[in-house]
């Protein structure tokens, strides 16, 4: 199975930039895993998808964040990446990154991800 660890999370200024790493092991690559992504969850409220890559082709990014936010992944490193820009008070959030190792036609939603890292908590302060 597929085990996902975030790190890179802190406490930034507004405007500031962070970069979240999430390290992929398991079924040995980040190549031998279809689908990641990148969620994020406030207290109480839903989880919310941000970015979408497939095998490394394909970026979908939720609308209001394309711009700030970019996913990438390195293979050399089993690593995909969440580099956050211009960050507001509002992304103050729990991130998680997720796994899907089987290709097909998804939702963007959690319940089609059945790996999922611990989480990383980011805060930004105005």
């Known amino acids: 199975q597929v085990q996902l660890v975030e790190s890179g999370g802190g406490s930034v200024q507004s405007g500031g930039s962070l970069r979240l790493s999430c390290r992929v092991s398991?079924?040995?690559?980040?190549?031998?895993?279809?689908?990641m992504a990148w969620f994020r969850q406030a207290p109480g409220k839903e989880r919310e998808g941000i970015a979408l890559?497939?095998?490394?082709?394909?970026?979908v990014y939720v609308g209001s964040l394309k711009g700030r936010f970019t996913i990438s992944q390195d293979n050399a490193k089993n690593t995909i990446y969440l580099q956050m820009n211009s960050l507001k008070p509002e992304d103050t959030d729990m991130y998680y990154c997720?796994?899907?190792?089987?290709?097909?036609?998804?939702?963007?939603?959690?319940?089609?991800?059945?790996?999922w890292g611990q989480g990383t908590q980011v805060t930004v302060a105005s």
């Open positions: 997720a796994a899907q190792p089987f290709c097909g036609s998804i939702q963007f939603i959690p319940s089609n991800f059945p790996y």
């Open positions: 398991g079924y040995g690559s980040i190549s031998s895993t279809c689908y």
């Open positions: 890559m497939k095998r490394g082709a394909s970026i």
